[in-house]
Each structure stands twice: as structure tokens, then as C-alpha cells.
Nanobody, 117 residues
Framework: QVQLVESGGGLVQPGGSLRLSCAASGSIFGINAMGWYRQAPGKQRELVATIISGGITNYGDSVKGRFTISRDNAKNTVYLQMNSLIPEDTAVYYC???????????WGQGTQVTVSS
């Protein structure tokens, strides 16, 4: 059983910043990738950012240059620094962990991010 605990969401004004955290615990068999996805009302879940073993990162086009993903391997924690937030970033943000050679795929409960004045 794997637990993913997300934190850091909330309400922020346009142009502001937030930092999301996701701590993984439990039966983890070699992390292959951790990442963030988001889902806005009425829309499909989309990629925000991922980081794989070796530190290689990948970003969705809409967040490139504004968001930064990082990982603390010792803590099995992934972070998402979100800057220059815009209303279109409003969504529930989900943490994802892929481990065990890609066999295991776990998702967090989600944290709400709302960008509004």
C-alpha cells in the first residue's frame, strides 16, 4: 500500500505563487517517476510536470517557464513551485507515483488550487 499526501494548495491572486508538496510512503519499490497532473471542471486530466530517475523533467506546454518540479529522493517527496499563476491554472492538482519498474501506479487525493482576484 502506498500513501501520497499532498499539501500546499489554496487560493491565490493572479500573478501569485504557490508551492505544492507530495510525500510518498508505504511499500515503494524503486521510484521510476513522480509528477503532477491537474483537472479543471469539465475538462480532462492533463499533465503538469513529471520528474524521472536521474532528474529529467517534462512539463505541459501551458506551464513551461512558470512552474518548476523538483524532488527530494531521501524524503520520497516531490514539489511543484508554481509562479505567475493565472486563472486558467485553477484546478485540482494530483500527485502521481510510478514505481516497481512501472508496474505500480498510485495517485494522491488531490489538492485544490484556485487563482482568482
Amino acid at each position: 500500500q502506498v500513501q501520497l499526501v499532498e499539501s500546499g494548495g489554496g487560493l491565490v491572486q493572479p500573478g501569485g505563487s504557490l508551492r505544492l508538496s507530495c510525500a510518498a510512503s508505504g511499500s515503494i519499490f524503486g521510484i521510476n517517476a513522480m509528477g503532477w497532473y491537474r483537472q479543471a471542471p469539465g475538462k480532462q486530466r492533463e499533465l503538469v510536470a513529471t520528474i524521472i530517475s536521474g532528474g529529467i523533467t517534462n512539463y505541459g506546454d501551458s506551464v513551461k517557464g512558470r512552474f518548476t518540479i523538483s524532488r527530494d529522493n531521501a524524503k520520497n517527496t516531490v514539489y511543484l513551485q508554481m509562479n505567475s499563476l493565472i486563472p486558467e491554472d485553477t484546478a485540482v492538482y494530483y500527485c502521481r507515483l510510478v514505481h516497481g519498474g512501472g508496474v505500480f501506479d498510485s495517485w494522491g487525493q488531490g489538492t485544490q488550487v484556485t487563482v482568482s482576484s
